[in-house]
């Protein structure tokens, strides 16, 4: 009988999120560009929805009814920045198809430094997305239900549980999950506007009145300097319609092949729609003279004024309108587990965050951000107006950066016709920079500082996790010359079977390898293919190094990523061929780190192995320190350059207790 079965957690993970999904069907799992539009448009479109009440809100106190008339100054230059970042975009995805946005852009042309105060502007920005959009929805919700305002913090909480959850259950379910909500309110706006606008010109429609509301000319007048920096503020504020737009120059990678061109259909569809709500409901709003009211959006009223109160399409405009605010949220759970997996993939990031759950999503980054994003929602009680200053700060930090960085490119390329893309690059570099200057000066006062310090600690936060990586990495690296000149072969007469757990041709494996071999003859490396391109080149390897002689090595299928389950049904045959009074070593690496902090950026895979296996009687589970600092001392620190690709990098966990390990090998041998 199997001693491998399904855990509690096991069996209630695989209810929650569905069957495992294997590696090979990832490309199944991406997007189509027209189930990837809802995604990318969700945070758009959500943000057009209330960025004229926004700029109203500011232009009402000051100037009373007559703002509306100023609504079509504040909002022609916000639709100019959408045209030029819209083809900044289009280039930057031709360009850079592995996603990554401003972060890829930087590092390119200007170096770790910049591309990582792009990567930290954009995370911040990302985990507000989330914390105002989900914020915003459970202040609808409470200003529906007033007796449930004192619980909008848990709903938040809540909502933002159950997003987490349908993330984690794949791409494309949740893609056809909040899909129809998307594509409901596009719909549901686009007919509010030409309705709308058909009622004004046959003269169907008249201004709405407001009483209560004093006119321009009984309230003290703005003028001069006063009011153009009532004008800044209004534009600052409007300029929440753009957040969303650079989402798909993020995400190319999660799109169906050909990954460039779907992912630029999408980019062009979501302009064309963000560029038509936003101009038609200027229009309207313009015309029809509407001004925000403490219970009533903007949205609501037009909608009351275009089909009526009693009509069914504004009972269904409501209801998708808080749907799309709710889902805006969707947008970075998309977005921001792809920067934090190129994040990781270079090193300065968590390397946990480019490992794929059970159902090929990037699960870890998910996490990070329902963490993120709820503790936000908790420190500001779920207050939109609170955490609403924080918000589309850092994602002009970002657009600047990143049309800087093509006019940089241009300039170094100059591909065909390159003098008109970097006029237009410049231009919109110039747009962004200075609307990025406009808004943190607007902002600054009510909460925007805080971005002031969070980016540059968050830049240093990645710094520090690269430093450490690049240590264990130099460390580990050794030549193919200096492994068979320290490899030795095994000189006992214990024929125990000795199993080695390796994931590459490195210094700790060989530490592994040589330990085994004196306390056994009869050893086998066992490597979980998780990745059947990497495993091969292990394979060759191992060959190559003539370790296939002494050493078997045999590749464990591992195509739902499930080390810990692949290695014990592997362990249940060799168990099961056990002569009575034998026993088996399963040898494994762990990492000594410097701090106990450390371990986080490790998968702690060594441990997992060593409590999953503790329940075998016949198996010992022996563990082989490696300390990085100790083999960077010992060598010197040059001695171990940063190999030029790590296709062969090594285990990261290891133990404290060598003398430990050598007692439980040799109490195994003695059996």
Wanted: with cysteine; glycine share 6%; net charge positive.
């Amino acid at each position: 009988m199997s001693h491998h079965q399904a855990s509690t957690y096991e069996r209630f993970k695989a209810r929650v999120l569905g069957k495992p999904l294997a590696s090979g069907g990832l490309e199944e799992q991406k997007l189509t560009w027209y189930w990837g539009l809802p995604i990318m448009a969700s945070d758009a479109v959500s943000s057009v929805a209330y960025a004229i009440e926004e700029i109203l809100i500011v232009l009402v106190p000051a100037i009373g009814l007559v703002a509306t008339g100023y609504l079509p100054f504040v909002s022609a230059p916000i639709i100019l920045l959408l045209v030029v970042l819209a083809f900044s975009y289009m280039q930057t995805i031709q360009h850079y198809p592995s996603g990554g946005g401003a972060y890829t852009v930087s590092q390119d042309n200007f170096g770790k430094n910049v591309s990582l105060f792009a990567a930290g502007a954009l995370v911040l920005d990302y985990v507000l997305t989330v914390a105002v959009s989900i914020s915003s929805a459970s202040a609808a919700v409470a200003s529906a239900f007033p007796e449930v305002f004192h619980y909008r913090v848990f709903i938040a909480l809540g909502a933002i549980a159950l997003i987490t959850l349908l993330n984690l259950r794949g791409s494309k379910e949740s893609a056809r999950i909040f899909g129809v909500p998307t594509y409901g309110f596009i719909v549901l706006m686009a007919t509010l506007i030409i309705v709308g606008i058909f009622r004004l010109a046959t003269g169907s429609i008249t201004p709405l009145q407001y009483a209560h509301v004093q006119q321009a000319d009984l309230l003290q007048p703005v003028m001069g300097f006063a009011f153009l920096v009532l004008l800044f503020r209004a534009f600052s504020s409007g300029c929440s319609a753009l957040t969303g737009i650079e989402a798909v120059s993020n995400s190319i990678p999660t799109f169906k092949k050909p990954a460039t061109r779907n992912a630029q259909i999408v980019l062009l569809s979501l302009a064309g729609i963000i560029l038509f709500i936003f101009s038609g409901s200027v229009i309207l709003a313009t015309w029809i003279k509407v001004i925000p009211l403490e219970k009533v959006t903007v949205i609501a009223q037009m909608g009351r004024a275009v089909f009526g109160a009693g009509n069914p399409l504004f009972y269904l405009l409501q209801v998708f309108t808080a749907l799309i605010l709710m889902l805006a949220a969707n947008t970075a759970y998309t977005d921001l587990p792809n920067l934090l997996a190129l994040l990781g993939r270079d090193s300065f990031m968590p390397h946990q965050f480019t490992n794929r759950g059970a159902k090929l999503s990037l699960s870890n980054g998910i996490i990070f951000l329902w963490i993120a994003a709820s503790l936000l929602v908790v420190v500001f009680a779920a207050d939109v107006t609170r955490l609403i200053p924080l918000y589309s700060v850092g994602v002009f930090i970002s657009f600047t950066l990143s049309q800087a960085g093509m006019v940089r490119k241009w300039i170094r390329d100059r591909e065909r016709h390159w003098q008109t893309k970097m006029l237009v690059n410049a231009f919109g570099a110039v747009l962004t920079g200075a609307t990025f200057i406009i808004v943190f000066l607007m902002k600054f006062s009510h909460g925007a500082w805080i971005l002031a310090v969070g980016i540059p600690l968050l830049v240093l936060l990645m710094e520090m996790i690269h430093r450490h990586y690049e240590h264990v990495k130099r460390s580990m690296q050794i030549t193919k010359q200096e492994f068979l000149a320290s490899y030795r072969r095994a000189n006992t007469n214990n024929h125990f079977l000795c199993l080695v757990l390796v994931n590459g041709l490195t210094r700790p494996v060989l530490k592994l390898l040589n330990f085994a071999n004196r306390v056994s003859n009869n050893v086998v490396a066992i490597h979980a293919a998780t990745d059947e391109e990497y495993a091969a080149r292990l394979k060759a390897a191992w060959h190559d190094y003539g370790l296939d002689k002494g050493t078997p090595l045999v590749l464990l299928p591992c195509p739902y990523r499930n080390l810990v389950a692949t290695l014990e049904d592997y362990l249940d045959g060799q168990v099961d061929q056990l002569r009575k009074g034998d026993s088996i070593a399963v040898i494994l690496s762990r990492v000594v780190v410097e701090h106990a902090y450390d371990n986080l950026l490790h998968n702690q895979t060594s441990w997992s192995i060593s409590m999953a296996l503790r329940g075998y009687r016949d198996v010992a589970v022996v563990q082989v320190p490696y300390s990085y600092v100790r083999a960077l001392e010992i060598a010197g620190a040059d001695r171990y350059p940063v190999p030029a690709a790590a296709d062969l990098s090594g285990l990261d966990e290891y133990s404290r207790h060598e003398e430990q390990a050598a007692q439980i090998a040799e109490e195994a041998a003695r059996k």
